[in-house]
């Protein structure tokens, strides 16, 4: 009995000794014929072999929260491979660098860049933070008119937008401060004579009405409240209604006359004046330069006034023409 089991116990341990030797055979056979890696799928469809799983995986997380660090500042990806260990053949090589593009590709890239504004419109698109700042540097050194109107923001967008050059945005946006012309110097007096002359002369300009209203007080007419011949025409109306200039011209007066009050008068040349007289408020000053329509003063009651009105005086080489004869009719 003793003599069977020892003969069995040497028949077991050489199957033992047999099977090691050819597991050890097949480990060396799997060492150099095979290596141990991870074929990778997206969405189900097989993508290629990496050795690095953690390694690849790493990539792809980073370029998801940070993107190329350059124009893409993000990715959203739906769908993360999957891994699964396998034995590939030493002669096989793997593609990580292909899974990464695929997997990536797969996402929806945000770009990140720097939106030029004026007035909140967006007007030109750079790329970096310094070329934002270079832009609007660039324009307040040039003193450009619109330097205060000019901003940039950070933007974050499927879309990738057409970059500009910093010296093509500056050029682009550019404002030159418009030239300030010198008002002119008027020594010209004024006249407030009380010679009048009733005759319809040619004026040689066209004019409009300076406000609407009730006439008052027509030329010519005398009252207790003057010491002559009224001048002008009275033009009743609210206080602070817009008086507009007749005709164009030059400001030859703007301030205080005496019973006038608040008085402008504008010089249309050819010995052609206009008067605007008992104005609240004045608007256009000495030496302007002013266009028909344009707004020179405000109705009010200023000097030897009895209410708000416009007197409007017409004088032709210093004497008053009925403006009747002009306008009004």
Partial sequence: ???????????????????????????????????????????????????????LQNKINDYIKTGDNNVIAFVEIDTLPEYKICL???????????????????GVPYYKYYAILENNEEKYYVQTYEEAEKVLNDLKAKNSNNKDKITYALKYNTELKTFTDTETAVAALYVEKP??????????KINTSANVDYSNTALGISLIKPINGTISSRFGARSSIRSS??????I???????????????VIYSGWKGSLGKLVVIDHGNGVETYYAHCNSLV?????????????AYVGSTGNSTGPHLHLEIRVNGVAKNPQNYLYR
């Fill in 1 to 55: 009995m003793f003599k069977k089991v020892i003969i069995h116990l040497k028949l077991w341990t050489k199957l033992a000794v047999i099977i090691m030797i050819a597991l050890a055979i097949i480990g060396f056979l799997i060492f150099f014929i095979y290596k141990p890696t991870y074929s990778v799928t997206l969405n189900g469809e097989f993508i290629g072999y990496t050795e690095d799983k953690r390694k």
């Fill in 88 to 106: 590939l053949k030493k002669g096989i090589t793997t593609n990580t660098d292909e899974i990464f593009s695929k997997v990536i590709s797969s």
């Fill in 179 to 188: 030239k300030v012309t010198p008002k002119k110097v008027i020594n010209k």
């Fill in 229 to 234: 011949v009224h001048t002008g025409l009275d």
């Fill in 236 to 250: 009743a109306a609210s206080k602070g209604t817009p008086i507009k200039a007749a005709a164009g011209g030059t």
């Fill in 284 to 296: 256009a000053s000495k030496g302007e330069t002013v266009s028909q329509g344009q707004v020179i």
